[in-house]
């Protein structure tokens, strides 16, 4: 009677597709926990800024990612920035959105990585790093707030690491990442206009400048160790 009853209990989950809902969960990227509370990079960034931007944007890209993760029945225990190194096991018609959403969770997890009201400074090996590559911390923010200013569009500034330790800037467009050119983002701007819109309007310029009074290198310093 007891196995009677199991049975009868899961044909009656399946039926209803609560089977089929725990599997998929399963299968689903969660969210990162935001590192900071929303008010908390008041006034550069506003509460209502910071809650669209990982309620709405963030949460928006990683759906749609999980949807396309069922769709191709691909494992979850890839880290997301392995998937790069995978994407064989996407089908090619799923490809670009596949792209474009996991873009859309690695750079915001990045960026929000990257950003806090307190202003964390680089360590020693990052630090040296920087000055060779820029000639120092200074040198680095003023080639930041070039090469922001020469996106057309949306997109965002990344720092990037090769695989000898040598540092650069790259500017990305849309949800494309460092790791498609081979290279690891060790910080990120987000340049898109929901970012800064409600607070600088059109001067994106202006966001730049107060972004950078903020940078958070304490989790570039633990990226660039590894």
Not at 23 to 35: Q, R, T
Not at 91 to 104: A, H, P, Q
Not at 210 to 220: D, P, R
Request: glycine share 2%.
């Amino acid at each position: 009677i007891f196995f009677i009853l199991v049975q009868e209990i899961f044909a009656f989950l399946h039926e209803k597709n609560f089977i089929r809902i725990i599997i998929e969960e399963e299968k689903m990227y969660k969210a990162k926990k935001l590192p900071f509370l929303y008010y908390q990079l008041e006034p550069t960034i506003s509460t209502k800024t910071n809650a669209y931007h990982y309620e709405k944007h963030y949460k928006t890209y990683l759906n749609n990612l999980n949807k396309i993760i069922i769709k191709n029945n691909i494992s979850t225990n890839y880290e997301l920035i392995d998937l790069y190194n995978h994407l064989d096991i996407i089908n090619d018609e799923d490809k670009n959105d596949f792209l474009f959403n996991l873009g859309g969770v690695v750079n915001h997890e990045l960026y929000f990585e990257s950003i806090k009201q307190e202003k964390e400074l680089p360590d020693s090996n990052l630090l040296l790093a920087i000055n060779n590559s820029f000639g120092n911390l200074d040198n680095m923010y003023n080639e930041i707030k070039s090469c922001t200013r020469e996106l057309k569009g949306s997109g965002y500034l990344f720092l990037v690491t090769d695989n000898n330790k040598k540092l650069s800037l790259l500017i990305t467009t849309n949800q494309d990442s460092p790791y498609l050119y081979g290279l690891t983002p060790l910080l990120c701007i987000d340049l898109w206009e929901h970012a800064y819109y409600l607070e600088y309007q059109n001067e994106r310029n202006r966001y730049v400048e107060e972004i950078l009074k903020m940078l958070n290198f304490s989790y570039a310093n633990k990226l660039f160790a590894n």
